[in-house]
């Protein structure tokens, strides 16, 4: 497999401009999450889903963040319109999910770095 | 609120020395806790996961050690290279709030001088 995969690895766009950050998990995994990593604050969880189905998104920081999954192979993360502290390094991971609901290890993408000018 | 800690936030040790990092966390309510690795510009990658039930996990020259009751974690890493030179990050998955939602430390950056 080629493990979680998102596009694209750079993104500079200046401020106002919308931004879509893309994600495929691995194949049969069945979470995916999106997180955002930057110097002050560490690594944030923004949004997870389960089965394509958004299940917790309280740490999308405002409106302006939205995320969506319309298949199992493919997630996206918005921002609109973007601003200059939204630059940070965004991740997505994935997860399968066991049998007995025991959380189990999360595989994360190589990730996107964004800059907001 | 679960919060966990990393100490220190950078270690620069000789090539061939033992290591050990720590990790701390402030609510015992886990299901588990992984070990990341994370090279300058890339993703994390998974090290190690230590159900709540259990004490230890081994692989390779590195040993993760677990003490909910004290909240506390530590990864040993046995005579390290140059190699291993990284951030180090731990993760819990509480109990409370959803096991998914994974609660980071900022990590510890280790630099393996040769």
């Known amino acids: 497999d080629a493990g979680v995969i998102q596009s694209p690895r750079h993104e500079v766009t200046e401020m106002g401009q919308e931004v879509t950050l893309r994600c495929k998990p691995i194949s049969g995994h069945d979470y995916l999450f999106w997180y955002r990593q930057t110097m002050m604050r560490g690594l944030e969880l923004l949004i997870y889903f389960n089965n394509n189905v958004p299940i917790d998104d309280s740490g999308m920081p405002e409106d302006r963040f939205s995320a969506k999954m319309p298949n199992a192979s493919f997630s996206t993360l918005k921002i609109q319109p973007s601003e200059p502290r939204d630059s940070a390094v965004y991740f997505c991971?994935?997860?399968?999910?066991?049998?007995?609901?025991?959380?189990?290890?999360?595989?994360f993408g190589p990730g996107t770095r964004l800059t907001v000018l | 609120k679960q919060e966990v800690t990393q100490i220190p936030a950078a270690l620069s040790v000789p090539e061939g020395e033992n290591l050990v990092l720590n990790c701390s966390f402030t609510?015992?309510?886990?299901?588990?806790l992984q070990w990341f690795r994370q090279d300058p510009g890339k993703g994390l990658t998974s090290l190690l996961l230590?159900?709540?039930?259990?004490r230890e996990q081994t692989s390779g020259r590195l040993n993760a050690s677990l003490d909910k009751s004290s909240g506390r974690s530590t990864l040993y890493i046995a005579a390290s290279q140059p190699g291993d030179s990284a951030t180090y990050l731990c993760a819990v998955a509480p109990t409370q709030g959803g096991s998914e939602k994974l609660v980071f430390g900022k990590g510890t950056k280790l630099t393996v001088n040769p």
């Open positions: 609510d015992s309510a886990i299901y588990n």
């Open positions: 991971a994935s997860s399968p999910l066991t049998g007995t609901g025991v959380f189990n290890e999360q595989f």
């Open positions: 230590i159900q709540s039930s259990q």
